[in-house]
């Protein structure tokens, strides 16, 4: 297994003092290994070393992305091609170039940048070169781990990047500047291929950034189908399981199978050879992690993982996984090969058998799996159905419904109806099986006080569908959503598969939630209509 995060340490490649850059003299330190970031960074405020050796780090006032504030270049190269709306807003080339340069302005006062060159896509045939200049050292930390490190011999031969990142967190976006709502601005520029940040040091800005670049290069450029989703494959039959799920649905937990190779925890791409990361790393969410739960995703927690915004004992340095006085969206980025099981090189020369779309529902209408046909899996796909549980907020006593299409709509750069075409094609042509996966309530909802499905019958119901004794097994339908549910899975109560027949305050209650969710759907799918085919509506919920 080759290892693909050692890069020559020298005082040329590493550190390179008194470097001119304009009127100033700086220290560039360039694809630095991770000892002599940890060094650097342990200035930066409020940065320390846990008792497992990964660094802890904050990234300020935002702990999260900003949507609202991503933007992209209104210019004639990608004009006719962006989604543009409320994902996608435009940004003028004027605005672009003055937040540019405010950014240039702001790196050129640093004593110290970091510039980290490396991969996006594991696949050489389609793989980018990406080049982040940034000013922080837990930054350049966190895209070493996430981006794909070139060997000693690929770094000698870089060259030019085909993408850059111009992380100027730090500094805010002047106000003044037209088309500036906030102190916060992503911009991405297609003509240029650059991206400039401004006002927020949250270091998954730049991870989602280089995702919606792969969005719209890869099916523009090469007619590849780029995904939000985890990926595994069986080690005996080589079967490759994609995994489609919003935040907190278990897409990283699931995927990272001690009894399946780990092709990746969150981006990929599907061309005509197979499927292959984007990524070198893992960015998995820390809230609740423990050793029992989640064995493999812990023991990476270590020297060279990087664990943004969270409690920590002060004198131990032991992490508190339970704190969210910061955030709930407590963070830990590490190199993939920190997995046991991981594939590396992060890629398969097989298409997909089986694609698992995985929802949180705390209705507790859908049942824990459902086999969906390819009508299903397109409303599905381009619905994104799961559920944020609003119980932590004062006076807030129900669950809130979200929707986002292809499981990303944050990211997406093109209209979801072309993304979810190119799976519903790619899936016939390799004959892919697909399943709805429900991680959150069956038989029961949220409000109701009752437990999530549990983790042990959901990694039951994925081994039925590897091993492949669920597609072959007994099926019925669930009413309203027209979903086939399974009569019965090895290792999981009979009981537990349809909410329908179990739950617990009676039919009438259940049909009254059914018809809740099913009108939610419908309402959410409306600005789709007019693109999608009479097939695909159909499969939505009969209300």
Known sequence: MPVRNKVPISAQDCIRSELSLGEEVVTIRRNAPAALLYEDALHESRTTIASSGALIAFSGAKTGRSPRDKRIV???????????GPVNRKCSEKTWLVNRERAADYLRTRDH???????????????????????????????????????????????????????????????????????????????????VILGTEYAGEMKKGIFTVMFYLMPVNHNVLTLHSSANQGIKDNDVTLFFGLSGTGKTTLSADPARRLIGDDEHCWSDHGVFNIEGGCYAKCIGLSEAKEPEIFRAIRFGSVLENVGYDPLTREVDYDDCEITENTRC??????????????LANEHPKNIV??????????????????????????????????????????????????????FLALHPLKYATMLAEKMQKH?????????????????????????????????????????AGEFEVLPTFNLQVPVHVNNVPDNLL????????????????????????ASNFQKYTEQASTEVIAAGPIM
Not at 74 to 84: A, G, I, M, T
Not at 500 to 521: E, H, I
């Open 333 to 346: 980025a590490y190199p993939i090969e920190y997995i046991p099981s991981a594939k590396i090189p992060c």
């Open 431 to 471: 004959s892919a099986d697909a399943w709805l996966v429900n991680t959150g309530w069956t038989g029961a909802s949220f409000v109701s006080g009752a437990q999530r499905c549990s983790l042990k019958y959901t990694r039951a119901i994925l081994d039925a569908i590897h091993d492949g004794s669920l597609a």
């Open 113 to 195: 940048l970091y510039i980290v060159d490396a991969y996006a896509g594991w696949d050489p045939r389609y793989r980018i070169k990406i080049r982040v200049v940034c000013a922080r050292a837990y930054h350049a930390l966190f895209m070493t781990n996430m981006l794909i490190r070139p060997t000693p011999e690929e770094l000698k031969n870089f060259g030019e990047p085909d993408f850059t990142v111009w992380n100027a967190g730090q500094f805010p976006a002047n106000t003044h500047t037209d088309g500036m709502t906030s102190k916060t601005t992503v911009e991405i520029n297609f003509a240029k291929m650059e991206m």
């Open 357 to 410: 779309l995985l929802t949180c529902d705390a209705s507790g209408v859908l049942p824990p799996v459902s086999k969906l046909s390819p009508a299903q899996v397109m409303y599905h796909f381009i619905s994104g159905y799961t559920s944020k549980v609003a119980g932590t907020e004062e006076g807030v006593t129900e669950p809130e419904a979200t929707f986002s299409s292809c499981f990303g709509q944050p």
């Open 74 to 84: 209104d210019e004639p190269s990608s004009r006719d091609n962006v989604w543009w």
């Open 498 to 521: 349809n909410p329908a027949k179990s739950w617990n305050s009676g039919k009438a209650n259940y049909q009254k939630a059914v018809r809740s969710l099913g009108n939610l759907f």
